[in-house]
Every structure is written in structure tokens, then in C-alpha cells.
């Protein structure tokens, strides 16, 4: 069974910044594309970022562009997530998930959701 595990998240100032690390396992990220969504409390899940199985292509929401950074490295079957000049609005706990698909097209057929990784931001 497919299995993502999210970690890096934690407590940081505003304006500060955080990687999370999103470890695949039982299948290869080279074939398929991974989404990082957040979820903060009362609120739906959102997508954030997604990378294609190429790494070639990336989606932000809008809400991120400029401050979040998706990357991967096939060779650890890892993807992360580079987020910089944090902001409270940003706290939420973030979950990876997979596309079966190579490319990221829409927010929508991402899963499996795991415990996903709190990021608490906050002075």
C-alpha cells in the first residue's frame, strides 16, 4: 500500500521559515505527481503545491507564490517543501499526498492522507 510520511513541521516566528519532508514509500515518485494540501482548524483542506512526476512542472496557490518552494529527489523518493517569510495565516497541519497522474492538473484525486505535520506560526 501506498504510503507517504510527512515531518519538518513545527513552531516558528513570523517571517521565519520551515522545510517539510514528505518520504514515499512502496512506489517510486518518478512516475507520479505529489501535492502538499494544509488544513488549519475549521477550515476545508487546501492545496499548497504540487510538483509533477518530472519535476519539471509546479502549481502554488496563490496564497504561497513567492514564499513556498516545492522540490524533489528521486534518488531519496522524497519531496519537500521550502516555505520562507512564514506568516500566521500559514498555520495549519500539512499533509502530502499522491496523484497518480504525472502531471498536477487539478487540486482534486490526491491521497492517501496520513497524519500529515503541524506548523504552528506564531510570536
Known amino acids: 500500500q501506498v504510503q507517504l510520511v510527512e515531518s519538518g513541521g513545527g513552531l516558528v516566528q513570523p517571517g521565519g521559515s520551515l522545510r517539510l519532508s514528505c518520504a514515499a514509500s512502496?512506489?517510486?515518485?518518478?512516475?507520479?505527481?505529489i501535492g502538499w494540501f494544509r488544513q488549519a482548524p475549521g477550515k476545508e483542506r487546501e492545496g499548497v503545491s504540487c510538483?509533477?512526476?518530472?519535476?519539471?512542472?509546479?502549481n502554488y496557490a496563490d496564497s504561497v507564490k513567492g514564499r513556498f518552494t516545492i522540490s524533489k529527489d528521486n534518488a531519496k523518493n522524497t519531496v519537500f517543501l521550502q516555505m520562507n517569510s512564514l506568516k500566521p495565516e500559514d498555520t495549519a497541519n500539512y499533509y502530502c499526498?499522491?496523484?497518480?497522474?504525472?502531471?498536477?492538473?487539478?487540486?482534486?484525486?490526491?491521497?492517501?492522507w496520513g497524519q500529515g505535520t503541524q506548523v504552528t506560526v506564531s510570536s
Open positions: 499526498a499522491v496523484t497518480f497522474r504525472r502531471g498536477c492538473g487539478t487540486w482534486s484525486g490526491f491521497g492517501p
Open positions: 512502496r512506489f517510486t515518485l518518478d512516475y507520479y505527481a
Open positions: 510538483i509533477s512526476s518530472s519535476g519539471g512542472s509546479t
